[in-house]
């Protein structure tokens, strides 16, 4: 295919997996197809071979994925079809190829019909996540709908290999093709600390190290939390940080300089999390979690990818996500704690981790090295993880007790269902349905479908969500509002009763209240340090609390965020990881746009204005008074904005442009934009 050698001239013939998947017909029937081969073997390509040969015959694509980290990868690759005559988006009614994450495309598949019945293909990446407890059943279900509403459109679903691939193949109506081939062969190994001599973990990740050093190779470590991340990235960079030739240490504090910069750049002094992985860094060994900026995680991933860090010490949502091959890969960490107490990971876990070792175009071979502490401990990991089975797969979708609700509301919202027989059946042909009519094992659950439905569709009712007519049950105003959008219903509920029961607006009451739903991205405490500190600035704001957690750590960094204090500020006043507060700071504005259509809803319209006021606050991280230089001026951001008013007041009628720029930060190109504004 001449658009596949263009776009990607590095391929020069397809591997044993693509092959045997194109023999067995897989481009020309039209039948539905779960591919299951390992990590780094071609699926993305097959993927995109089908997509390529049904838009040339005048149909139209979907690729959906479960993260927008994914989503933004595949856009950035997929650009190249665009040479061709081919548009890659992520809106389907204006792309052939449309890049979506699981929870837009569920909603297009309630409220979009039109544009479903248009997809030709549906195509699922990481199809092994619908035995995931969040994004599960929300694909589970839109792919359910897409079979119902477009019948016609051929599914592919990518996918890791997994142990119950037919019992899947079968709710699919899909043929099934499966196959082990690598393009680097995996050595998978358990090692004791007796066989390195060794007394402990970390020193046995040392003399791995040491050794892959010498051969010029790379190591990803996965831990089990962001402290041991940093704890073990802060080790390792000291054992070997002396004896570091000078150009590499040359290599690596130019990183450790980029990763100070981005703090800098968004008006922050480097935090003290920062400051560490810059020490790190210049050791050799990064720590990578979801605790540092955003734009410092894809430093360390593309300098790691150019050979410029020794290793990166990561949690284990490393393995979904980023395509950040190494050839020797550590999992130091095989326990995961649970509400019950610690918990071994499961074998799909290691399989994925592990997948990650061995660099196609590099590597030879890769290692992934799972480290026990005894000959006795590896004896049982060696069977219960390299000689075992991966788990089953089964459907999370009625214990995700939130799913099942936003299901219903979908389903009476959209028209498609209005009597409980109709939820019923609906379920029936979801994968949860295929499984409790088709595996023994699930046949005692059997009238528990039943029993779920009307138990939620009783809940849904008490809480004004639906409502039962006499032409059958309808989303109420509330339920459409809910329906329309990916908030729980938990949060939904919280909200509502904040606005029926709230008669003056508290600014930081309502953050508070915000950070307690389940929809908020924590910014989490280091250590316990902090707490006495953010127990004393929600008191300051009339917030008394007992408990201190993430949910009361989170609310004190957004109240300094909207005082226009820094990352750098925050992170010292709570000792909390104030990477995450822009981040946070989103998600609460967005939140509280949510809360607004419901106070709306709700017939409670005398807040409008100062949720419009709270919302922007949160997103430019500002006090009230220069929201409209912040909004009226693109990318002035909340620092310069600032500054402009201490040197010039607020009126900017008579400041002329050469003036303009002796404020720092400000250039010719933002002077001209805020002089355009000031006339405005």
């Known amino acids: 295919m001449k658009i596949i050698k263009d776009c990607y001239p590095f391929i020069e013939k397809l591997n044993p997996a693509q092959k045997a998947a194109i023999k067995q017909g897989y481009l020309e029937d039209q039948h539905n197809y779960i591919l299951a081969i390992p990590t780094a073997s071609g699926k993305t390509l097959l993927g995109l071979m089908a997509a390529i040969k049904t838009i040339l015959e005048g149909g139209k694509v979907i ?12 856009i950035k690759e997929f650009k190249e079809l665009e040479k061709h005559g081919i548009s890659v988006g992520k809106d389907p009614r204006s792309s052939d190829l ?24 549906l195509i699922v990446d990481e199809f092994h996540m619908i035995g995931e407890y969040t994004r599960g059943p929300i694909i589970e279900c839109a792919i359910t709908r897409s079979m119902i509403l477009n019948p016609g459109m051929r599914i592919i679903a990518l996918s890791a290999t997994l142990s119950n691939l037919e019992e899947i193949g079968a709710w ?9 081939y690598r393009p680097v062969p995996l050595y998978k190994e358990v090692i004791s600390l007796d066989m390195l001599n060794a007394r402990e973990k970390n020193e046995a990740i040392v003399k791995i190290l040491q050794d892959a050093i010498k051969d010029e190779n790379q190591i990803l470590v996965f831990v089990s939390t962001r402290r041991f991340t940093e704890a073990l990235a802060t080790f390792v960079s000291q054992k070997i940080g002396k004896k570091i030739p000078k150009e590499t240490r040359k290599k690596f504090n130019e990183v450790a300089d980029k990763i100070l910069e981005i703090p800098q750049k968004s008006g922050s002094a480097p935090t003290f999390t920062c400051l560490k992985l810059a020490e790190c860094i210049r050791g050799g060994v990064a720590f990578h979690h979801a605790g540092l900026f955003t734009r410092q995680r894809e430093i360390i991933e593309d300098e790691f990818r150019n050979g410029n860090l020794y290793m990166i010490t990561a949690t284990p949502s490393l393995m979904y996500g980023v395509n950040l091959p190494s050839q020797t890969v550590i999992i130091r960490d095989y326990t995961r704690w649970t509400r019950q107490g610690p918990k071994w990971i499961p074998v799909f876990d290691y399989e994925q981790m592990s997948g990650r070792a061995g660099r196609p175009q590099y590597d030879q071979v890769g290692y992934s090295y799972l480290l026990a502490k005894s000959p006795e401990e590896a004896y049982q990991l060696r069977e219960y993880y390299i000689q075992g089975e991966v788990e089953p797969t089964s459907s999370k979708l009625i214990e995700n007790k939130d799913a099942v609700y936003h299901q219903i509301i979908g389903q009476i919202a959209a028209g498609l269902s209005d009597n409980p027989d109709e939820l019923i059946e609906f379920f029936k042909k979801t994968f949860y349905g295929h499984q409790l009519t088709n595996n023994p094992n699930m046949n005692i659950f059997a009238d528990n479908l039943e029993y779920e439905i009307n138990s939620s569709l009783e809940f849904l009712i008490k809480n004004e969500i639906i409502r039962p007519t006499p032409t059958g049950l309808r989303a109420t105003p509330f339920g459409l509002l809910i329906a329309n959008s990916n908030y729980s219903v938990e949060t939904s509920i919280k909200l509502r009763h904040l606005a029926t029961e709230m008669d003056e607006l508290d600014t930081y009451k309502l953050i508070y209240e915000i950070c307690k739903t389940p929809d908020m991205p924590f910014i989490s405490f280091k250590t316990r340090k902090g707490k006495d500190r953010v127990r004393e600035k929600l008191q300051e704001n009339g917030i008394f609390v007992m408990d201190v957690g993430n949910p009361e750590a989170t609310a004190s960094s957004l109240i300094e965020w909207i005082n226009e204090r820094s990352e750098y500020e925050i992170e010292n006043l709570f000792n909390v990881y104030a990477a995450s507060t822009r981040r946070a700071a989103y998600e609460a504005s967005q939140l509280i746009r949510f809360f607004k259509k419901i106070c709306e809803v709700a017939g409670v319209y005398g807040h409008s204005q100062a949720l419009d006021m709270l919302t922007a606050r949160l997103y430019y991280g500002v006090k009230e008074d220069i929201i409209p230089f912040v909004v009226g001026v693109k990318r002035l951001g909340r620092v310069r904005a600032r500054r402009l008013v201490k040197t010039f007041g607020y009126n900017l009628e008579n400041v002329n442009e050469d003036e303009l720029q002796k404020v720092d930060g400000i250039g010719p190109k933002m002077a001209a934009a805020i002089k355009k504004y000031a006339k405005r």
Do not use: C, G
């Not at 993260?67 to 933004?72: G, R, V």
């Not at 449309?98 to 293909?121: C, G, H, P, Q, Y």
């Not at 699919?172 to 082990?180: F, G, M």
């Open 63 to 74: 690729y959906t994925v479960p993260l927008i980290s994914i989503q933004n990868e595949k």
């Open 172 to 180: 699919l109506n899909a043929k099934v093709i499966q196959h082990d």
């Open 98 to 121: 449309a890049i979506m994450v699981f929870e837009s495309f569920d909603i297009l598949t309630r409220f979009s019909w039109n544009t479903l019945k248009e997809i030709d293909l």
